[in-house]
């Protein structure tokens, strides 16, 4: 992991800082998952506004099981993906990505360049597919994951509940590693960030 910190500049110029999650993340998680509007928030697979959730993930903190890698402004997180791993069973050759942007650093290319690390992450560990998971009623983030490649494989009718206690189809999207890196390569070309 010697690659971070990585710095970058998204489209309109801001610059990001990229590292990796470590045990003292704990306030600024906070502050940044806080700091999301409930639209972003209310379909999140955990109540990341609850800080027992952060301290689990700090306490759990282990980068062979759950890879976090952070975008940094002007010392504040703002954004946040992670690599899903399992060592043993059936699902073995498979990650599941988790992508969030702070509201004001959307639409920047920002979730691009998090998906373009997690992707790397991927394919270092020899992983052939990826999934990510959402309720069907995130628009946005159906259409940010179809751009980078995902294909939506299965929905599952009423399958998840969102914070406030109602019902949602879940749309299971995966695609082949492979492919994804492939994919992501043409829009880094086709976008205007910069790699420093
Ligand atoms: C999904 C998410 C991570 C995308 O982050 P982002 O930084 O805005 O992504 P990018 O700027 O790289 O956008 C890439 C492309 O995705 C599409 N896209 C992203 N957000 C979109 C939206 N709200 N509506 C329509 N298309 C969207 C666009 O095609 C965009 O390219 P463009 O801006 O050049 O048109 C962000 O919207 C988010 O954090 N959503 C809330 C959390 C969430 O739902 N996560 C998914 C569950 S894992």
Redesign the pocket.
Known sequence: MEEYPKTLKLKDGTVVHLRLMTADDMPKLLEFFRG?PQE?RL??KEDVTNQAVIERWIKELNYDRVLPVLAEAEGKIV?DATLHLQKRGWSRHLGE?????ATG???????????REIFHHAVLRGLQKLQ???MES????L???E??GFCKAAILKDHVIDLKGNRHNLVIMTNDVGELWRKIGDLILE?EFTME
């Open positions: 999301l972003d379909f999140l954004g990505i988790r992508l969030v942007v650093f959307q639409r920047k290319g920002l979730g691009t360049i998090l998906a990510a998971l959402m995130q628009i946005g983030a259409k940010a994951f751009k980078l976008s």
